[in-house]
């Protein structure tokens, strides 16, 4: 029997890997496959010692293998999601919502995935390109290298293909099982049914009141009760929850106070969880689009809906750890499909008498009814939302959100503006009772149909502004691309968007003071992840009050109108003073800095406008947030505001070339900052 040994020829990238090389030069098989360094060479590397040094250098290598392969699935899912949704082709025609018409939806957006060769210029202002993103203000994560979305999907065909996943071929939550463990236990021995069990409550206690602190159901509506029946029913986003229940946990696991009392083979198991959670969720989702795409969305009004729930709650997962560079493909994806299911379900035809005759209108109550537990029985006052209901409505107002703050980087209108006014409409139940002249009784009669301060902690009047004013940016864009812009209607039009904010702002009465800087707030005795979530809650010490997140949101958003109106001004008396009135908000009526979390985008747009010395004032703040600063996109913000601050000089020589959106770009693409 011959004995095969390794060639002493082979790359010191093998030797370390202990696998076998094929000596092909100057890269070998292996390697390139891998997308990893290889390396030849006389001299034997430092790190090849023998001794701590290579035990460290093969562990650092393992985890570039794996962030090297997520990358690749990522894009390729991406391709996916792109062809999956495309597929399904919309077409809304001529649609009356409100007084605004609609026109034909475009399928998603050509939306570059990879990384460009060289940097663009606006204003004088070298950006980024996008592939050096990650490098230049990639977010840290206590030593838990996973990405939101890594997982081995090369088994899996693309939505659009005849070999796309099929029950037979795809796990569910009960049959998944570790080669080592075919009963189905990990090494602790408990059963998967009761691991899925734990993960689901940790989701529910913790993973989701951190990443929407403001939603807070009451007890008429058994609160968040709708999301445990949709994860119990729903695979995709059951695994999704899996993923981030996992990923929060591992956090715990790696954080300084736990890091001697955990066994490197429990963080090593929950590693390997979260990838397998991934790949199903991602399985299950593809699943549900070609589901969507083959049998379309009119008579699926459940499934579609829960489609786009997925989607929206895998990109918001994304961004609360930091990897959320693909989001407008997914923010696409949702907003059409989302669209689509107005299309088939959501449609009405009202007599508005006269020549006119008939006329199509939208109707958010009939979309409500349809996936009402009784359906097309109105829900009393004092009973639960039905599970679907439930979801359409979460997922609705935050879909929205993201949509407006999206647009906000991208300097153009958000997609869903048309249905602002049908949504998000100010009237209120009294005015409506008083207009109708019976009193409301259904829950979905109630006006507006989507309050969001009870989904993200803001009044609908702000979203809509700031959707407003990112529309008008696009507006003096277009026509100053036209050369027919007329600064007098860029003035008019600005103004009644200035009214109605301060009309807002003048409601909500004078803000409350706390008198803690957040750079100097308290830090908690446990791991702070926990104290802002399900305990937390229940404390009005863990989070402001919605006013006051109003309020700092609405004085940012006038800080950014004044921009669009007079162009990049940072030292004029009014930004100045909107600025200094933002950055006194946040210093001090937030409780604490990890609060700052959900204020990203006004304390950017706040920052970057911000003077010299101010400057660490802001990063103070960032700063003290600890650990938690690696959830979410802060360390994103504050990596625009540096961008910004170390370019101040050319920016001011090319200052009718800047505006916020070029600042919320300046990374290599345009950053969602939620």
Same mark, same amino acid.
């Given at each position: 029997?011959?004995?095969?040994?390794?060639?002493?020829?082979?790359?010191?990238?093998?030797r370390?890997?202990?696998?076998?090389?094929?000596e092909?030069?100057?890269?070998?098989?292996?390697?390139?496959?891998?997308?990893?360094?290889?390396?030849y060479?006389?001299?034997k /590397?430092?790190?090849?010692d023998?001794?701590?040094?290579?035990?460290?250098?093969?562990?650092?290598?393992?985890?570039?293998?794996?962030? $090297?392969?997520?990358?690749?699935r990522?894009?390729?899912?991406?391709?996916?999601?792109e062809?999956?949704?495309?597929?399904?082709?919309l077409?809304?025609?001529?649609?009356?919502?409100?007084?605004?018409?609609?026109?034909?939806?475009?399928?998603?957006?050509?939306?570059?995935?990879?990384?460009?060769?060289?940097?663009?210029? !606006?204003?004088?202002?070298?950006i980024?390109?996008?592939?050096?993103?990650?490098?230049?203000?990639? !977010?840290?994560?206590?030593?838990?290298?996973?990405s939101?979305?890594?997982?081995?999907?090369?088994?899996?065909?693309?939505?659009?293909?005849?070999?796309?996943?099929s029950?037979?071929?795809?796990?569910?939550?009960h049959?998944?099982?570790?080669?080592?463990?075919?009963?189905?236990e990990?090494?602790?021995?408990?059963?998967?049914?009761?691991?899925?069990?734990?993960?689901?409550? *940790?989701?529910?206690?913790?993973?989701?009141?951190? %990443? *929407?602190?403001?939603?807070?159901?009451?007890?008429?509506?058994?609160?968040?009760?709708?999301?445990?029946?949709?994860?119990?029913?729903?695979?995709?986003?059951?695994?999704?929850?899996?993923?981030?229940?996992?990923?929060?946990?591992?956090?715990?696991?790696?954080?300084?106070d736990?890091?001697d009392?955990?066994?490197?083979?429990?963080?090593?198991?929950?590693?390997?969880?979260?990838?397998?959670e991934?790949?199903?969720g991602?399985?299950?989702?593809?699943r549900? #689009?070609?589901?969507?795409?083959?049998?379309? $969305?009119?008579?699926?009004l459940?499934?579609?809906?829960? $489609?786009?729930?997925?989607?929206?709650?895998?990109?918001?997962?994304?961004?609360?750890?930091?990897?959320?560079?693909?989001?407008?493909?997914?923010?696409?994806?949702?907003?059409q499909?989302?669209g689509?299911?107005?299309?088939?379900?959501?449609?009405?035809?009202?007599?508005?008498?006269?020549?006119?005759?008939?006329?199509?209108?939208?109707?958010?109550m009939m979309?409500?009814?349809q996936?009402?537990?009784? /359906?097309?029985?109105?829900?009393?006052?004092?009973?639960?939302?039905g599970?679907?209901?439930a979801?359409?409505?979460? *997922?609705s107002?935050?879909?929205?959100f993201?949509?407006?703050?999206?647009?906000?980087?991208?300097?153009?209108?958000?997609?869903?503006?048309?249905?602002?006014?049908?949504?998000?409409?100010? #009237?209120?139940?009294?005015?409506?009772e008083?207009?109708?002249? $019976?009193? !409301?009784?259904?829950?979905?009669?109630?006006?507006?149909h989507?309050?969001?301060?009870e989904? #993200?902690?803001?009044?609908?009047?702000?979203?809509?502004?700031?959707?407003q004013?990112?529309? %008008?940016?696009g507006?003096?864009?277009?026509?100053?691309?036209?050369?027919?812009?007329?600064?007098?209607?860029?003035v008019?039009r600005?103004?009644?968007?200035?009214?109605?904010?301060?009309?807002?702002l003048?409601?909500?009465?004078?803000?409350?003071?706390?008198?803690?800087?957040?750079?100097?707030?308290?830090?908690?005795?446990?791991?702070?992840?926990?104290?802002?979530?399900?305990?937390g809650?229940?404390?009005?010490?863990?989070?402001?009050?919605?006013?006051?997140?109003?309020?700092?949101?609405?004085?940012?958003?006038?800080?950014?109108?004044?921009v669009v109106?007079s162009?990049?001004?940072?030292?004029?008396?009014?930004?100045?003073?909107?600025?200094t009135?933002t950055?006194?908000?946040?210093?001090y009526?937030?409780?604490?800095?990890?609060?700052?979390?959900?204020?990203?985008?006004?304390?950017?747009?706040?920052?970057?406008?911000?003077?010299?010395?101010?400057?660490?004032? *802001?990063?103070?703040?960032?700063?003290?947030m600890?650990?938690?600063?690696?959830f979410?996109?802060?360390k994103?913000?504050?990596?625009?505001?540096?961008?910004?601050?170390?370019?101040?000089a050319?920016?001011?020589?090319?200052?009718?070339q800047?505006?916020?959106?070029?600042?919320?770009?300046?990374?290599?693409q345009?950053? %969602?900052?939620?």
């Amino acid at each position: 029997m011959t004995t095969r040994t390794r060639s002493s020829e082979g790359c010191w990238t093998c030797r370390l890997r202990r696998k076998k090389c094929d000596e092909t030069r100057p890269v070998c098989e292996g390697c390139s496959t891998l997308g990893i360094d290889c390396l030849y060479s006389e001299e034997k /590397p430092p790190w090849m010692d023998g001794g701590d040094w290579q035990k460290a250098r093969g562990e650092w290598l393992k985890q570039e293998i794996k962030r $090297v392969a997520a990358q690749r699935r990522e894009k390729r899912y991406m391709k996916d999601l792109e062809a999956g949704v495309g597929g399904i082709g919309l077409d809304m025609g001529r649609v009356e919502v409100g007084v605004i018409t609609t026109g034909t939806l475009q399928l998603l957006s050509d939306v570059s995935v990879g990384g460009g060769d060289g940097g663009d210029t !606006v204003g004088g202002v070298t950006i980024l390109p996008d592939g050096e993103k990650g490098s230049g203000m990639g !977010v840290e994560t206590d030593n838990i290298p996973i990405s939101a979305t890594s997982t081995d999907t090369t088994a899996i065909a693309t939505p659009c293909s005849s070999s796309s996943p099929s029950p037979s071929n795809i796990p569910s939550r009960h049959q998944q099982t570790d080669s080592a463990d075919p009963d189905g236990e990990d090494h602790t021995g408990i059963p998967a049914s009761e691991r899925d069990a734990h993960r689901t409550m *940790f989701y529910l206690d913790y993973v989701f009141p951190f %990443l *929407f602190p403001f939603y807070r159901p009451t007890l008429l509506d058994f609160g968040r009760g709708w999301l445990l029946v949709l994860l119990q029913r729903n695979q995709a986003l059951f695994h999704v929850a899996q993923t981030m229940a996992g990923y929060f946990y591992g956090i715990i696991l790696s954080s300084e106070d736990n890091k001697d009392d955990v066994p490197e083979l429990c963080k090593s198991h929950n590693f390997d969880a979260i990838q397998r959670e991934q790949e199903l969720g991602l399985q299950w989702l593809r699943r549900a #689009i070609q589901g969507v795409v083959d049998k379309g $969305v009119e008579g699926h009004l459940k499934e579609a809906s829960e $489609v786009v729930a997925c989607i929206v709650q895998l990109l918001t997962s994304e961004v609360a750890v930091g990897n959320g560079w693909n989001w407008r493909v997914h923010l696409d994806a949702a907003a059409q499909l989302w669209g689509e299911t107005w299309r088939y379900h959501g449609m009405g035809r009202v007599d508005v008498g006269g020549e006119e005759g008939e006329r199509e209108v939208v109707c958010f109550m009939m979309l409500l009814l349809q996936l009402g537990t009784n /359906p097309k029985s109105f829900t009393p006052m004092g009973q639960p939302w039905g599970t679907g209901q439930a979801t359409l409505r979460f *997922f609705s107002a935050q879909l929205l959100f993201l949509d407006v703050v999206g647009s906000t980087a991208l300097g153009e209108g958000p997609r869903l503006q048309r249905w602002h006014g049908h949504l998000l409409d100010t #009237i209120g139940r009294e005015e409506l009772e008083r207009i109708v002249g $019976v009193k !409301v009784k259904e829950k979905e009669m109630d006006l507006p149909h989507l309050k969001l301060v009870e989904f #993200i902690g803001l009044e609908n009047w702000v979203v809509v502004a700031v959707g407003q004013v990112a529309a %008008l940016d696009g507006y003096k864009k277009e026509r100053k691309r036209m050369g027919a812009l007329s600064v007098t209607e860029l003035v008019e039009r600005a103004r009644v968007i200035q009214r109605r904010i301060r009309d807002g702002l003048a409601g909500l009465g004078e803000p409350e003071v706390k008198h803690a800087c957040p750079s100097s707030g308290p830090v908690p005795k446990d791991h702070p992840l926990l104290h802002f979530t399900a305990q937390g809650m229940i404390s009005p010490q863990s989070m402001h009050s919605t006013a006051v997140h109003t309020r700092i949101w609405a004085q940012a958003t006038l800080t950014y109108l004044q921009v669009v109106i007079s162009g990049w001004q940072p030292a004029s008396q009014e930004i100045h003073h909107s600025v200094t009135e933002t950055l006194n908000l946040m210093l001090y009526c937030v409780p604490a800095p990890a609060c700052l979390r959900v204020l990203v985008w006004p304390f950017t747009v706040t920052g970057c406008l911000a003077a010299p010395e101010q400057e660490q004032i *802001f990063r103070d703040m960032v700063a003290a947030m600890g650990c938690l600063r690696n959830f979410g996109t802060i360390k994103e913000g504050l990596a625009i505001m540096e961008h910004v601050w170390a370019n101040r000089a050319q920016i001011e020589q090319n200052a009718d070339q800047w505006d916020i959106a070029a600042c919320l770009s300046c990374l290599g693409q345009p950053s %969602l900052l939620i």
